[in-house]
């Protein structure tokens, strides 16, 4: 693996371990045995090395729930699945990871995922289409709404605070929220898909 990619993978391992804020470039690399000279000689700064970690990041998300897109079962439980899976990607690592990233780096968070997420859209959004189509989701409503209304809620629930005050499991802020949401959508067909 060439130097660049061990600084990448060793730098997003500490990241989502221990946040951003707290940790150095220094700290990030000392794993690797390597000065931090080595590591300006392909980043800029500690910003320029977050975001080299971010695009492997959330191109790994979204390359596995591309990937579900395509193991497709029927639309309902493919989209639920989705969701499980995003819920889990973002709360399955440390809280400090985010709350940094939404804090301190907002905008660099905004680009990576329009620049990087698109992809997904388009694939949620055909199979949102194709749930339509085949009876599994209401055919009265418009599929893009349906993406954006997903998608505020995804940003709510894990790029705010306005849920932490319930103290309750993302899992279970899913089940009152996007599971609701879900079910909504769904007709009597699709609903019978739904493992939850």
């Given at each position: 693996m060439a130097m660049r990619q061990k600084i990448i993978s060793n730098s997003l391992e500490g990241f989502l371990k221990n946040g951003i804020r707290k940790m150095t470039v220094q700290n990030l690399v000392a794993p690797l045995g390597i000065s931090t000279k080595t590591v300006y000689k392909y980043f800029n700064d500690k910003?320029?090395?977050?975001?080299?970690?971010?695009?492997?990041?959330y191109?790994?998300?979204?390359?596995?729930?591309?990937?579900?897109?395509?193991?497709?079962?029927?639309?309902?439980?493919?989209?639920?699945?989705?969701?499980?899976q995003a819920i889990q990607a973002d709360f399955?690592?440390?809280?400090?990871?985010?709350?940094?990233?939404?804090?301190?780096?907002?905008?660099?968070?905004?680009?990576i995922i329009k620049t990087h997420g698109g992809k997904l859209g388009r694939a949620?959004?055909?199979?949102?289409?194709?749930?339509?189509?085949?009876?599994?989701?209401?055919?009265?409503?418009?599929?893009?709404?349906?993406?954006?209304?997903f998608m505020?809620?995804?940003?709510s629930l894990t790029r705010t605070g306005d849920f932490m005050k319930f103290h309750v499991s993302p899992q279970e802020l899913a089940r009152q929220t996007v599971q609701v949401y879900m079910r909504g959508i769904c007709t009597e067909?699709?609903?019978?898909?739904?493992?939850?």
């Amino acid at each position: 693996m060439a130097m660049r990619q061990k600084i990448i993978s060793n730098s997003l391992e500490g990241f989502l371990k221990n946040g951003i804020r707290k940790m150095t470039v220094q700290n990030l690399v000392a794993p690797l045995g390597i000065s931090t000279k080595t590591v300006y000689k392909y980043f800029n700064d500690k910003e320029d090395l977050l975001k080299a970690c971010l695009v492997v990041h959330y191109t790994t998300l979204v390359n596995q729930a591309t990937a579900t897109t395509e193991q497709y079962s029927n639309a309902a439980a493919t989209l639920e699945n989705i969701w499980k899976q995003a819920i889990q990607a973002d709360f399955g690592v440390n809280r400090v990871f985010y709350h940094d990233l939404n804090y301190y780096y907002p905008a660099l968070q905004d680009e990576i995922i329009k620049t990087h997420g698109g992809k997904l859209g388009r694939a949620i959004l055909k199979l949102i289409q194709k749930g339509m189509l085949e009876g599994h989701f209401r055919k009265e409503l418009d599929p893009e709404v349906i993406f954006q209304a997903f998608m505020v809620m995804y940003r709510s629930l894990t790029r705010t605070g306005d849920f932490m005050k319930f103290h309750v499991s993302p899992q279970e802020l899913a089940r009152q929220t996007v599971q609701v949401y879900m079910r909504g959508i769904c007709t009597e067909k699709g609903l019978k898909q739904l493992t939850s």
